[in-house]
T-cell receptor
Framework: DSGVTQTPKHLITATGQRVTLRCSPRSGDLSVYWYQQSLDQGLQFLIQYYNGEERAKGNILERFSAQQFPDLHSELNLSSLELGDSALYFC?????????????FGQGTRLTVV | DQQVKQNSPSLSVQEGRISILNCDYTNSMFDYFLWYKKYPAEGPTFLIS?????DKNEDGRFTVFLNKSAKHLSLHIVPSQPGDSAVYFC??????????????FGSGTQLTVLP
C-alpha cells in the first residue's frame, strides 16, 4: 500500500459527460501529480499541484482541469469526454515539489468512455 | 515523438534465469534514469535509478546499466523470481532531478517469470 488513495477505481461514462477523479496523497506529502496512461503508452504527465498551488503543467487538455484543496487532496475534472479519453489516470504524491524517487503512486482510476 | 522507447512489449523468462529489460532514449539532455515496476491493479513503484555519471548501479538482484554513447539502458534481474512478474517502466529526466514535467516514461515491458 503506497498510502496514496484514488477513487473511484473504475468509471464508465458516456461521451460528452463530465467526471471527477479524486486523489488523497500520503500523509505529509504536499505535492500531487496527475498522469494519464493510454493503451500501450507510457505515463503522460498532466499537472502538478504543490500545497494548493499549480506548480507545473504538462500535456493537459483544456477540457481537463484540476485543483488541490486545503486538506491537500486533489481532484481531476474531465469534461466533454471523448472516446480517446479512456485511460488509466494515476495520481502520485511526494513530500516536496520534486517528482523523484520519493514519489509514490496511487493504484489508478480506470476511465472508460463509451 | 517517443523520447523514451521500450521496444519489447513483453518478455518471458524461466525462474532463476536472468531477465534483461531494455530501454532506448533519444534526448541527449536526459541525465537521470529511473525504473518503475507495476503490478496489476496497483500504481507504479520506484525500483532503481542511475545518474549519467555512472554506468552501473546495483541494488540486490537488480542492476541497471547505462550506455550514454548508445543512449541505451538496461535493467538486469538475477535471479528472476515469479514475484518479479510485472510491467516495468523506464523513465528519464534532465538534471537537476525534480521537475515532473520533465519525467518522460517509456511504454513499459511486461515481464513474465515462469516457474
Amino acid at each position: 500500500d503506497s498510502g496514496v488513495t484514488q477513487t473511484p477505481k473504475h468509471l464508465i461514462t458516456a461521451t460528452g459527460q463530465r467526471v471527477t477523479l479524486r486523489c488523497s496523497p500520503r500523509s505529509g506529502d504536499l505535492s500531487v501529480y496527475w498522469y494519464q496512461q493510454s493503451l500501450d503508452q507510457g505515463l503522460q504527465f498532466l499537472i502538478q499541484y504543490y500545497n494548493g498551488e499549480e506548480r507545473a503543467k504538462g500535456n493537459i487538455l483544456e477540457r481537463f482541469s484540476a485543483q488541490q484543496f486545503p486538506d491537500l487532496h486533489s481532484e481531476l475534472n474531465l469534461s466533454s469526454l471523448e472516446l480517446g479519453d479512456s485511460a488509466l489516470y494515476f495520481c502520485a504524491s511526494s513530500p516536496s515539489g520534486q517528482m523523484n524517487t520519493e514519489a509514490f503512486f496511487g493504484q489508478g482510476t480506470r476511465l472508460t468512455v463509451v | 515523438d517517443q523520447q523514451v522507447k521500450q521496444n519489447s512489449p513483453s518478455l518471458s523468462v524461466q525462474e532463476g534465469r536472468i531477465s534483461i529489460l531494455n530501454c532506448d532514449y533519444t534526448n541527449s539532455m536526459f541525465d537521470y534514469f529511473l525504473w518503475y515496476k507495476k503490478y496489476p491493479a496497483e500504481g507504479p513503484t520506484f525500483l532503481i535509478s542511475i545518474s549519467s555519471i555512472k554506468d552501473k548501479n546495483e541494488d540486490g538482484r537488480f542492476t541497471v546499466f547505462l550506455n550514454k554513447s548508445a543512449k541505451h539502458l538496461s535493467l538486469h534481474i538475477v535471479p528472476s523470481q515469479p514475484g518479479d512478474s510485472a510491467v516495468y517502466f523506464c523513465a528519464a529526466t534532465p538534471l537537476p532531478l525534480g521537475s515532473a514535467r520533465q519525467l518522460t516514461f517509456g511504454s513499459g515491458t511486461q515481464l513474465t517469470v515462469l516457474p
